[in-house]
């Protein structure tokens, strides 16, 4: 049994090198960037030459192998801005090859450990499409948390440089480079674009898009409507610096007194996986009945779905928004 599974990993990796290999551009997208650059050539308008220069430069980063891994995956857009949300320099094709080799990896272990190929291959694939998903989630909510504690701090350091007298462009560059990690480089991003022509409403919106926490649209809202309504921006920044201090300190209110119940979910749902693994380690014999006895497989079914119920209302009943 073994052998054969080697000779069909095999030949899967050599017929995906092939397809990598000798795949080709697409040609929607050749289409499309020709009509695109057509356009651009025959434009006067100097912000369609900025919008296009900007494109150049991105599009810059994606390798032919980033391409050829984004053909797979359904929404490569989306999964681009949450790589871009980590703050590291990761590509599609990293992400991909990090999926692929966790895949194989864990289907060749269980494989040798005797496990059933269909099982093999089911939880390689899940371990393969999950572990990235979750250390990507895990990269982006910590980024998000130290953006967030950091961000009034950095908002009072922009009513300081407002309240001396310094326009609002130069004091973006000012907080940029005096506050560290994610605030100080989100700034930054903000005043390069600017220096490059980006107005700074599209600026900070678009840095809004990528972030994507409520905070900093906040900010971004404040901004907006003081430049159309006019009025005092430090003492509405200043106002602004205080209520994401309360929301934050509500924040640990709500995770302190949920932990306990978020515990009691945690427990209660991992313990069946456990137990089946732990029983599976003693006896493997005895809990391949589950994959060839139709009527356990059912059991087992069935019990993964009110499993899968139970957890999902546990999961709605700690979860709050603020």
Known sequence: MLP?????LGTFGVLALLVIAFSGPSAARAVERRMMELKTRHSQSASVKMEAQMRRITAKNDTRMDETFARFVPRPVLLKKRLAMTGKNWTVSQYGMAAGGITIVTALLLAIKGAPFLLALLLG??????????????????RINQFTIKFPDAIELLVRGLRSGLPITETMGVVGHEVEGPVGDEFRSVADKMKIGRTLDAALQETSDRLGTPEFQFFVITIAIQRETGGNLAETLANLATVLRQRAQMKLKIKAMSSESKASAYIVGSLPFIVFGLIWMVNNDYMKNFFTDERLMVAGLGGLIWMGIGVFIMAKMVSFEI
């Open 125 to 142: 694939v899940f371990l393969g499409l999950g572990i990235p998903h979750m250390a990507v989630g895990y990269f982006i909510k910590r």
């Open 4 to 8: 054969i599974i080697l000779l069909a």
